[in-house]
Nanobody, 125 residues
Framework: QVQLVESGGGLVQAGDSLRLSCAAS????????MAWFRQAPGKDREFVAASTTSGGSTYYADSVKGRFTISRDNAKNSVYLQMNSLKPEDTAVYYC??????????????????WGQGTQVTVSS
């Protein structure tokens, strides 16, 4: 049974940094796309960042480009999100997701078959 468990969320001030982690279990995901999405109150879940293959391509939403970095460790079946220069508008529940390989549709929620339970990130001004 596949399970994704996120950790690392919390309450920080604007300008601070956080590092989210997601540990996957149940099967190896080295050939899968691993991604982060987020959902703010009253808004749809939105794409944040994706890593399509180990050491391969990474993609970012324009709103986080230059501030967030996604990385993965296939030996640990894990994906990470380093978030720097956090802003109040980054406040959301962040979800880890794993799906089929795609360098085209990585931003679509429908690509992803497995989701974590989410971790709250709150950025105060």
């Amino acid at each position: 049974q596949v399970q994704l468990v996120e950790s690392g969320g919390g309450l920080v001030q604007a300008g601070d940094s956080l590092r989210l982690s997601c540990a996957a279990s149940g099967r190896p995901f080295s050939t899968y796309t691993m991604a982060w999405f987020r959902q703010a109150p009253g808004k749809d879940r939105e794409f944040v960042a994706a890593s399509t293959t180990s050491g391969g391509s990474t993609y970012y939403a324009d709103s986080v480009k230059g501030r967030f970095t996604i990385s993965r460790d296939n030996a640990k079946n894990s994906v990470y999100l380093q978030m720097n220069s956090l802003k109040p508008e980054d406040t959301a529940v962040y979800y880890c997701a794993v799906g089929r390989y795609s360098d085209t549709y990585y931003y679509r929620r429908q690509l992803y078959d497995y989701w974590g339970q989410g971790t709250q990130v709150t950025v105060s001004s």
